[in-house]
T-cell receptor, first 112, second 117 residues
Framework: QKEVEQNSGPLSVPEGAIASLNCTYSDRGSQSFFWYRQYSGKSPELIMFIYSNGDKEDGRFTAQLNKASQYVSLLIRDSQPSDSATYLCAVKSLGGADGLTFGKGTHLIIQP | GAVVSQHPSRVICKSGTSVKIECRSLDFQATTMFWYRQFPKQSLMLMATSNEGSKATYEQGVEKDKFLINHASLTLSTLTVTSAHPEDSSFYIC?????????????FGNGTRLTVT
């Protein structure tokens, strides 16, 4: 059973600070890792994806991947109240189904 | 960016009726689309993989005769919930894989909130 684990939160971060979201996965064969943002009542929106160990930066967002430890994280710099949402970690395995395995998401609250 | 359009966004129907949900990729071709269901405060659960020109692949526990999927073209997949019951009330979301973009990311439609009374 492939699993993706996230702390459900809520994670409360003051405005302007760095929000750090973590995700672990069980399938060592996983190849692609995605972060989605989901506002309440809305569908997920792709933020970024990562394949290689290390950091990948896109604007205020940085994804970090460590395959040896089987974790992937998302850092949000200069957090804004509009960043308040549920962040879903998703994992795709090589040779598996074409779909993704999603974590349950971390509810992030940015306090003004 | 890539856009996936899903319609309707909200539907209320009576128990026993059927509901059709459409999913369109607007600016890219999608040979594969995916249908998810999400209950309140739960994660997305993959229901089925929709393949253009062939039968859909259903996840374990999903009734293929209840959730009919048709992928008639490279830009359109439909999900029909047949003989809907209150327990089918949920948030249904489609997604499409953009293989023209490196990494082939999934893009989601806006979802359909189904309420069966």
């Amino acid at each position: 059973q492939k699993e993706v684990e996230q702390n459900s939160g809520p994670l409360s971060v003051p405005e302007g600070a760095i929000a750090s979201l973590n995700c672990t996965y069980s399938d060592r064969g996983s190849q692609s890792f995605f972060w989605y943002r989901q506002y309440s009542g809305k569908s997920p929106e792709l933020i970024m994806f990562i394949y290689s160990n290390g950091d990948k930066e896109d604007g205020r967002f940085t994804a970090q991947l460590n395959k040896a430890s089987q974790y992937v994280s998302l850092l949000i710099r200069d957090s804004q109240p509009s960043d308040s949402a549920t962040y879903l970690c998703a994992v795709k395995s090589l040779g598996g189904a074409d779909g993704l395995t999603f974590g349950k998401g971390t509810h992030l609250i940015i306090q003004p | 960016g890539a856009v996936v359009s899903q319609h309707p966004s909200r539907v209320i129907c009576k128990s026993g009726t059927s509901v059709k949900i459409e999913c369109r990729s607007l600016d890219f071709q999608a040979t594969t689309m995916f249908w998810y269901r999400q209950f309140p405060k739960q994660s997305l659960m993959l229901m089925a993989t929709s393949n253009e020109g062939s039968k859909a692949t259903y996840e374990q526990g999903v009734e293929k005769d209840k959730f009919l999927i048709n992928h008639a073209s490279l830009t359109l997949s439909t999900l029909t919930v047949t003989s809907a019951h209150p327990e089918d009330s949920s948030f249904y979301i489609c997604s499409a894989r953009d293989v023209s973009t490196y990494g082939s990311p999934l893009h989601f439609g806006n979802g359909t909130r189904l309420t069966v009374t």
